[in-house]
């Protein structure tokens, strides 16, 4: 019996019309990408916050390094875990596995500690690595090889990362710079310093929730998540690659090199954006200041809102619906227009010598959301339709691996924020013309790349 024909397990039970375990997936990412966010939120803001205020009071290039090379081995781990969980492990129990090692993490830094720091993204990391690529491939597997319901399934598993990713700001934000809240732990006794802590402990719990949601709805999954001793009675693990599995990988490999050029951009979010709303924002709305880090939130509020309508978009076209590669060159050419808007911005500070209204960032964060909602699902969906089934999970991570590699040229990128030197403008402007450039470069090779992936859109 083939792959395909074991890849979907029984239908009986349905989340929305889709197989049940989509639930369960849904709510573990979506409590993956509360951990991540919350403390990704924090973390350059905690490295430069001053001493008195509780941070290690690192200058920008040491913090946005530490950043880039965090994000960026986050993201690495996940070849990795991908090989591991095709090879030996299976996409289950590297899910369980993967969500553990997080929450561990997070509690590290939960601790007021330099070296615990350390341990605790180190600890992260590696859980990142066996789950992040695992449970993206665990939805696929969820789907015969003709289901039309995988881009929709897909769709709803993309709005549970971004539920996770929208709260996860707010909360974590809220314990750790909150007036109100410092505040309160100050008349209890407590140094407010510590706010920061609290906030990655609430990651921590965040991920606790997943893991507990996670085992209670693995009967809702088939023997294709489990390893290979499990597996090998019902599929051939190890049946050669055809011609048109070859050119689906090609494919993959030039979609992965434009895609790294766009989390470049799209990364900044956490690093020199983060920075931007930090210092040259003025974050006040009706009169109340609000935290820097809750504009971490804007991009998934505009995912969970307009992700429908693009989903409905690609049905509306029809015939006319845009190939994979196409939407990846949409997806570049918009991220490309949020770092021109951000760049005016910036330029519009430099020469007032003030701040600028918060407004700038919404928009900034409104085009990158369409980027993404262009390109990010669409290369999950495409992912587990072109790689063979026995290296899905090892392909998976391959497409992690681009915004590993795009992480640490955003970390890169942000070391040269420096709103005193007058450069930003430039810094951001060289930045959006890189995006431009290839957007249109990946339109000009759309329907070369169109014919590598031997029939799949």
């Not at 029984?10 to 929305?16: A, D, H, I, Q, V």
């Not at 990408?33 to 001053?50: C, E, H, I, N, P």
């Not at 909360?171 to 410092?182: H, R, S």
């Amino acid at each position: 019996m083939s792959a395909e024909a074991v890849a979907a397990p029984p239908r009986e039970t349905t989340f929305g019309g889709h197989p049940r375990g989509l639930q369960t997936l849904f709510f573990t990412e979506l409590w993956e990408r509360f951990s991540y966010y919350g403390m990704r939120s924090l973390l350059v803001l905690y490295l430069t916050a001053g001493i008195a205020q509780g941070g290690l009071g690192f200058d920008v290039p040491r913090a946005t390094s530490i950043y880039g090379w965090y994000t960026s081995l986050v993201y690495f781990t996940c070849l990795p875990g991908g090989f591991l969980a095709d090879r030996f492990l299976g996409q289950r129990r590297s899910v369980l596995i993967g969500g553990v090692v997080i929450a561990a993490g997070h509690f590290c830094l939960a601790f007021a500690s330099f070296g615990l720091l350390y341990v605790g993204l180190g600890l992260i990391i590696v859980g990142t690595g066996f789950l992040k690529p695992n449970v993206s491939t665990m939805v696929g597997t969820l789907y015969g090889p003709d289901d039309h319901r995988r881009d929709g399934g897909f769709s709803i598993f993309y709005m549970g990362i971004n539920l996770g990713a929208m709260i996860a700001p707010l909360v974590c934000g809220f314990l750790a710079q909150d007036p109100a809240f410092l505040g309160f732990l100050k008349a209890r006794g407590i140094d407010p310093r510590l706010g920061w802590h609290f906030g990655f402990a609430a990651a921590g719990v965040g991920m606790v929730l997943g893991v507990i949601q996670f085992s209670l709805g693995k009967r809702h999954f088939g023997p294709a998540v489990e390893g290979p001793r499990e597996r090998a009675t019902v599929e051939k693990i190890d049946a050669p690659l055809t011609r048109d599995d070859w050119t689906r990988l090609l494919a993959i490999a030039v979609l992965f090199f434009f895609t790294s050029l766009f989390w470049t951009g799209y990364e900044q979010a956490g690093s020199s954006f983060n920075l931007f709303a930090d210092r040259l924002v003025d974050n006040r709305v009706l009169g109340r200041e609000f935290p820097s880090s809750w504009y971490q939130a804007v991009n998934s509020v505009f995912i969970v809102a307009f992700a429908p309508v693009f989903a409905w978009l690609w049905v509306r076209l029809g015939d006319r619906e845009p190939s994979s590669p196409a939407k990846f060159s949409w997806g570049l050419f918009l991220q490309g227009l949020a770092v021109v808007v951000i760049a005016l911005g910036a330029s519009v500070a430099q020469q007032s010598g003030g701040k600028v209204g918060p407004w700038w960032l919404v928009v900034v964060y409104l085009l990158s959301t369409f980027g993404e909602l262009c390109l990010s699902p669409v290369g999950l969906s495409t992912v587990t339709k072109l790689a063979p089934p026995r290296f899905a999970s090892l392909m998976m991570g391959v497409w992690f691996l681009s915004l590993s590699l795009g992480n640490r040229a955003a970390g890169w990128v942000a070391g040269f924020f420096d709103p005193q030197s007058g450069s930003l403008p430039a810094v951001f402007g060289t930045l959006a013309a890189v995006c431009l450039v290839a957007a249109l470069v990946l339109a000009v090779l759309t329907r070369p790349i169109k014919k590598l992936m031997a029939g799949v859109n």
